[in-house]
């Protein structure tokens, strides 16, 4: 089955942009889709950007929509999830999800606040 590793969480402040990564290991990286997803406190998980195998399709939220980017890089077996002018809004952790075979990895907090 796998795992996936999230890493590059971190505090900020509203306006700032992080890039979070995600390290799948133990399948196929490229015939793979991912997802990233986040879970803000006392709320349910939810979608934020999706990726296929063909890397030019993509799927974003609208709460995503222009400010995030989800790419991914086969040789690193990393998906990147861009985020620009992050909002308090945005604060929650964030899950990378391998499609078809409900992997998930152990998430990274995002903090945005003044």
């Known amino acids: 089955q796998g795992h996936l590793v999230e890493s590059g969480g971190a505090s900020v402040q509203p306006g700032d942009s992080l890039r979070l990564s995600c390290v799948g290991a133990?399948?196929?990286?490229?015939?793979?889709?991912f997802s990233w997803y986040r879970q803000a406190p006392g709320k349910e998980r939810e979608h934020v950007a999706t990726?296929?195998?063909?890397?030019?399709?993509?799927e974003y939220s609208d709460s995503a929509k222009g400010r995030f980017t989800i790419s991914r890089d086969n040789r690193r077996s990393t998906v990147y999830l861009q985020m620009t002018d992050l909002k308090p809004e945005d604060t929650g952790v964030y899950y990378c999800?391998?499609?078809?075979?409900?992997?998930w990895g152990q998430g990274t907090q995002v903090t945005v606040s003044h």
């Open positions: 990726i296929y195998s063909t890397e030019t399709l993509k």
């Open positions: 999800h391998r499609m078809n075979y409900d992997t």
């Open positions: 133990g399948f196929t990286f490229s015939d793979a889709a």
